[in-house]
């Protein structure tokens, strides 16, 4: 009976001593991204605000929010989550990936994920980051 009362009462200061971490977007996510293009998969056509006569701007925010600008109207928000992982096909290759999801619970489809990449000011959007081919990617540039 001891070893129990013992045993409960380790248990309980394990548990109760036991925090979630907060965790935080990476900082070069955050910020505001103009949309720069849009390369289509198949037929190849390039979409930009040049042609579409649309500017976008997709806000990300340290409290995982999400903001997506077309003219300067907001046409979509939520909130975000991202995610990282890899992916096997064969024993050949392995995709490592980043990816997101934009929440959205007053639409349809509640839900968009994609895979992104960073590379300096550049935020790209691409299927092509998870190994899939004859997709889209799009481009932002930080502001």
Not at 2 to 14: A, D, G, N, P, W
Not at 42 to 69: C, Q, R, S
Not at 100 to 129: G, M, Q, R, S
């Amino acid at each position: 009976m001891r070893h129990l009362t013992y045993f409960l009462f380790i248990m309980l200061l394990v548990i109760g001593s036991c925090t979630k971490e907060k965790q935080s977007p990476p900082p070069e996510l955050i910020g505001y991204w103009q949309w720069e293009i849009t390369h289509q998969g198949l037929p190849i056509y390039d979409l930009t605000p040049e042609n579409t006569g649309i500017e976008k701007i997709l806000v990300l925010t340290e409290d995982f929010g999400w903001k997506k600008f077309e003219n300067d109207i907001i046409v979509d928000s939520g909130t975000f989550s991202i995610g990282h992982g890899t992916y096997s096909p064969s024993v050949y290759k392995t995709w490592i990936y980043d990816s997101i999801v934009f929440h959205n619970p007053v639409k349809t489809i509640p839900a968009n994920w994609d895979f992104y990449e960073i590379e300096a000011d550049t935020l790209t959007f691409c299927c092509c980051f998870r190994g899939y081919a004859g997709c889209y990617k799009t481009k932002y540039i930080k502001h």
